[in-house]
């Protein structure tokens, strides 16, 4: 089978080594954690790692815990910042649920303001080890993505932090990002009940920035293909996050075609040819794509009426949104489903994007 080794714990395992696996999660066959992983090399032992200033650990009291530097910490040479900082100054901080809709925040932050410097702080309701996501080493090797942060159990980004709010100020004071999106790892969480998913924590998410006297931004998750009634349209995870769990005001950008939106950038490579799919009623391109966002139109008025929250619904025009989203350095795929075969997911989250770029500083 196919395994997974994080060479920093368990060094790099060479053909013929007797490795110790865990597959519990990919022998019942699941998408979440769904993988072998090599927890030792037994009869090859790794050096063990240069002494370090750290003494913030992540993973804790697992075999596989790990020591760091934290952004935070004493010892760390933005220790003096952070100690005096407590506001992100109005800082546009964009929050989804899913790791999948990074990439086209990104896209849509690029589309309208092409020199912003945008910092990803990920969670730890997915992965925990951020060197899992192929996305976020994509974006950063393009330039996509400045820097990194990974709070709470989260470890392995450019900055390591000890909870969302210092994460935060750091992407702020340290980073000096002018956009911030906040996001869990690959590997979302669900049990088919209204509040057991990992999701739900982008309600405290926005807690957060609102505290800390940011900009909350909610990026909606929103689909045109999925075979669920309960996730067409705007996703119950969306209704219950910023509907019911969230207390703190938001902006919800939501997509309007027809308006003016920022022009496209020049592709990463070659985009792919524009079409209308066939089949779908509400795909999400053209004109079955404007009826699926003019239902999204209607959810999201009638989440913000009965919301707890005071959210402010905010129309974003879409001229330029899928090719920018073509043009990203990374595949774009959601819950199994293309750009192609559901747009809607990504057109959502990059006017999510545009929102927070034309909020900034």
Do not use: C
Request: charged fraction near 20%.
């Amino acid at each position: 089978m196919r395994a997974l080794a994080y060479t920093a714990m368990v060094g790099r395992p060479e053909l013929g080594d007797r490795v110790v696996l865990n597959a519990s999660a990919l022998l019942k066959g699941l998408g979440t954690g769904g993988l072998a992983f090599v927890v030792a090399v037994p009869d090859r032992l790794p050096a063990d790692p240069p002494p370090s200033e750290g003494h913030i650990v992540k993973a804790r009291y697992t075999p596989q815990q790990q020591m760091f530097l934290a952004v935070d910490e004493q010892d760390s040479p933005h220790h003096a910042t952070l100690r005096e900082a407590d506001s992100l100054d109005g800082m546009p901080v964009v929050v989804a649920d899913l790791h999948s809709a990074l990439p086209a925040v990104v896209a849509g932050v690029r589309l309208a303001r092409p020199d912003a410097r945008v910092a990803y702080v990920m969670t730890d309701g997915g992965a925990l080890p951020i060197a899992f996501s192929r996305a976020v080493a994509g974006l950063k090797d393009a330039g996509w993505l400045a820097e990194t942060v990974t709070v709470g159990q989260a470890f392995g980004g450019d900055h390591e932090a000890v909870s969302l709010h210092s994460g935060l100020l750091a992407a702020r004071h340290v980073v000096d990002a002018d956009v911030v999106v906040v996001a869990q790892g690959p590997g979302n969480v669900g049990t088919g009940t209204p509040w057991g998913y990992s999701g739900v924590a982008a309600a405290d998410a926005l807690h957060a920035v609102h505290v800390l006297g940011g900009t909350g931004i909610a990026s909606l998750r929103v689909s045109g293909a999925d075979p669920r009634p309960r996730h067409r349209g705007i996703s119950h995870h969306s209704t219950t996050a910023y509907g019911k769990a969230l207390l703190s005001p938001a902006l919800v950008p939501v997509p309007a075609p027809g308006l003016q939106a920022a022009q496209a950038p020049e592709p990463m490579h070659e985009p792919e040819p524009a079409h209308e799919p066939a089949g779908d009623p509400v795909t999400g391109v053209g004109r079955r794509g404007d009826e699926l966002y003019a239902l999204v139109r209607e959810q999201a008025r009638d989440l913000a009426e009965s919301s707890r929250a005071e959210l402010e619904v905010v129309e974003v025009g879409t001229d330029g949104v899928l090719d920018a989203l073509r043009g990203s350095p990374v595949g774009l795929s959601t819950m199994g489903r293309s750009l192609d075969e559901d747009p809607a997911p990504f057109v959502a989250a990059a006017v999510a994007g545009i929102l927070a770029a034309e909020r900034a500083d």
